[in-house]
């Protein structure tokens, strides 16, 4: 699987959009990417992923460069709930193979 | 539809005694996964089951651990004469079987959390 980057600490006021970048500038085109966070104590929820589109649900919106070798996660209205260690995780298409967890963005929203 | 369902929450157990962690996946998932993560530390992957077969376990410690994800039932990971190092949150998750082409998420539970004392 493709390597992933991200920062490792972000801070973003309440009400505001979180933007959380991620390369991955070795992707495959088979290769989906995915966002996961991790609220502390809970398990890894599921927030969104993508191909090339980007992509919108009801949490977040997911931005693919044109390239595919980087991505960004928007919240849109970050709200202290928000706060969790945010991770960016490349899988390949039709793989029914488990994920790789980096180290990830602790994302930390402030009052 | 109820999520990743994993028990106990909390289990604690004595040097040398036997863990049993138990997962039911999603309805309608046929893939299990397991991890373990360490105090303040990333999430490992341990293994990956279908229905009555072991698919990957890579991440599986050599001794004293094995899994199983019967035809009825949920998933078992079990960990024998545990150790002080075991002590960790293990999370389970499952995806449902598709063919190629796709690329369904996987969901996790919250974890049973052991302690070894």
């Known amino acids: 699987d493709a390597k992933t980057t991200q920062p490792p600490s972000m801070d973003c006021a309440e009400g505001r959009a979180a933007n959380l970048p991620c390369n991955h500038s070795?992707?495959?085109?088979?290769?989906?990417v995915y966002w996961y966070r991790q609220i502390h104590s809970q398990g890894p929820q599921y927030i969104i992923h993508g191909l090339k589109n980007n992509e919108t649900n009801e949490m977040a919106s997911l931005i693919i460069t044109e390239d595919r070798k980087s991505s960004t996660l928007i919240l849109p209205h970050a709200t202290l709930r928000d706060t969790a260690v945010y991770y960016c995780?490349?899988?390949?298409?039709?793989?029914?193979?488990?994920?790789?967890f980096g180290k990830g963005t602790h994302l930390i929203i402030q009052p | 539809n109820a999520g990743v369902m994993q028990n106990p929450r909390h289990l604690v157990r004595r040097r040398g005694q036997e863990a049993r962690l138990r997962c039911s996946p999603m309805k309608g998932h046929s893939h299990v996964y397991w991890y373990r993560q360490l105090p303040e530390e990333g999430l490992k992957f341990m293994v990956y089951l279908q229905k009555e077969n072991i698919i990957d376990e890579s991440g599986m410690p050599k001794e004293r651990f094995s899994a199983e994800f019967p035809k009825e039932g949920p998933s078992i990971l079990r960990i024998q004469q545990v150790v002080r190092g075991d002590s960790a949150a293990y999370f389970c998750a499952s995806s449902p079987f598709e063919g190629a082409g796709m690329a369904s998420p996987l969901h996790f539970g919250n974890g049973t959390r052991l302690t070894v004392t």
């Open positions: 070795t992707i495959s085109g088979n290769e989906y």
């Open positions: 995780i490349v899988r390949p298409r039709g793989g029914a193979d488990g994920l790789t």
